[in-house]
């Protein structure tokens, strides 16, 4: 069974930073895709950041949150970590970890499954 267990919100002011984290958990799965989005109070769910783990770790990044975020895995574990610099209070939002993985056995891979954290409060508030 995969597991995402996320951690790292909490209540800032404007312009500091956070950084989340998401360690991902699988040993019978092979994790293609790791990201983050986030909803805020009525708002529908957004992505935020992905990285591939088999695609040499190509990044993807929502506009409102190029230049200020980064996603990245700094081992070859599944453990991805999203950098937030110059919060602002338009990411006030629950952060939901997102992994896409496939069970795998041998070389032999099964059909994609997508799996969502339980989310971790992030407030930007003066």
């Known amino acids: 069974q995969v597991q995402l267990v996320e951690s790292g919100g909490g209540l800032v002011q404007p312009g500091e930073s956070l950084r989340l984290s998401c360690a991902a958990s699988?040993?019978?799965?092979?994790?293609?895709?790791i990201g983050w989005y986030r909803q805020a109070p009525g708002k529908q769910r957004e992505l935020v950041a992905t990285i591939n783990i088999n695609n040499r770790e190509t990044t993807t990044y929502a506009d409102p949150v190029k230049g200020r975020f980064t996603i990245f895995r700094p081992s070859a574990d599944n453990t991805v970590y999203l950098q937030m610099n110059s919060l602002n209070s338009d990411d006030t939002a629950v952060y939901y970890c997102?992994?896409?993985?496939?069970?795998?056995?041998?070389?032999?891979?099964?059909?994609?499954?997508?799996?969502w954290g339980q989310g971790t409060q992030v407030t930007v508030s003066s």
């Open positions: 997102y992994a896409k993985a496939r069970p795998s056995w041998g070389t032999t891979w099964g059909p994609a499954q997508h799996f």
């Open positions: 699988g040993s019978t799965f092979n994790f293609e895709t």
